[in-house]
């Protein structure tokens, strides 16, 4: 089975081969973005909208490269210059842009569902870059990608996912597609940024770092995402620090060939330590690469159908 959807809007409705089968499709693409010339004919043609309603760098320039990688126009369209801010809704946005003819959207926005309501709504492919707390499945992909480009596989593997778990698209999405594809995933947090039933999705949940990060093979790090705080869930930074921020005195509690990831943007010294960030069981940058080479095979994937 290959990928026969007409948009991409989460991990959680994918099946175990369609999973495979962009993951494949991103490691043959990868080797594009190693030559001299980076650009290929594929897409030549088609046009590419980045609708982003929330800041962003690595996924919308990600996005904007992988397109141009495989010779597709693209436009980008912020909430602060589009004629939102004059009161035209998202939907109005959409048919707009539509009667234009782009062949792919591309959207990140904060309302947990709206790339969904956007693809009912056209006929062109969307992509769903982040909505709100609810997905980012090219984030997971990328993450996944990664994984077996180190590991060689997911199956059987530990995977701990250390942070605001609560208002973490990156962890949904993530324990969705690595708990399909046989990893054992465990959340640690504070008790205030654990959803309550996330033992529901396939993970299961520990509150003391030492403990859940025992053995684990991947250790995934999580922001605090203060602006998706509506009240204060923690004492302090520091204190969050101290007791779930990576370090390498507690890396001696993983096994000795761990890998280190995060999504970004990272709060040095809060959830991670530079020493870390950067040190040798680090995979930060190789997850930026790979996501070029995820989202152009999501890119061509879609725009093709």
């Known amino acids: 089975m290959g990928f026969n959807r007409k948009d991409l809007l989460g991990i959680r409705d994918l099946e175990v081969s369609e999973i495979e089968h962009i993951l494949e499709l991103a490691q043959s693409l ?127 593997l530990k995977v701990v996912i250390v942070g605001d778990i609560f208002h973490s698209r990156v962890a949904r999405s993530n324990i969705w597609g690595l708990t399909k594809m046989g990893a054992k995933v465990t959340v640690c947090g504070p008790t205030t940024l654990i959803p309550p039933k996330i033992e529901l999705m396939g993970a299961q949940v520990g509150y003391k770092l030492d403990e859940c990060i025992a053995d684990a093979d991947v250790i995934m790090v999580l922001r605090l995402q203060k602006e998706r705080q509506q009240q204060m869930l923690l004492p302090s930074l520091r204190e969050y620090s101290t007791y779930f921020g990576i370090n390498p005195q507690k890396l001696t509690k993983a096994r000795p060939d761990v890998l280190i990831m995060h999504p970004g943007p990272i709060n040095r010294g809060v959830e991670i330590s530079p020493e870390v960030a950067d040190g040798p069981y680090s995979v930060i940058l190789d997850q930026v690469t790979n996501g070029v080479a995820v989202r152009m095979a999501l890119l061509y994937l879609l725009a093709q159908r």
Request: no cysteine; charged share 25%; aromatic share 4%.
């Open 30 to 156: 990868k080797e594009i973005n190693m030559r001299a010339i980076k650009k290929v004919p594929t897409l030549r043609g088609k046009t590419v909208i980045h609708l982003f309603y929330e800041p962003s760098t690595r996924t919308r320039t990600s996005f904007d490269i992988a397109a141009k990688r495989l010779s597709a126009d693209t436009y980008s369209i912020a909430g602060s210059t589009s004629s939102m801010v004059k009161g035209e809704t998202l939907l109005d946005t959409l048919k707009n842009l539509e009667a234009m003819r782009p062949d792919v959207f591309v959207v990140r926005h904060s309302a947990s569902g709206a790339p969904h309501m956007l693809a009912r709504n056209t006929e062109a492919s969307v992509i769903n870059a982040g909505d709100g707390m609810h997905e980012h499945p090219s984030q997971a992909l990328l993450d996944m990608l990664t994984i077996i480009e180190h590991k060689k596989r997911l199956d059987g």
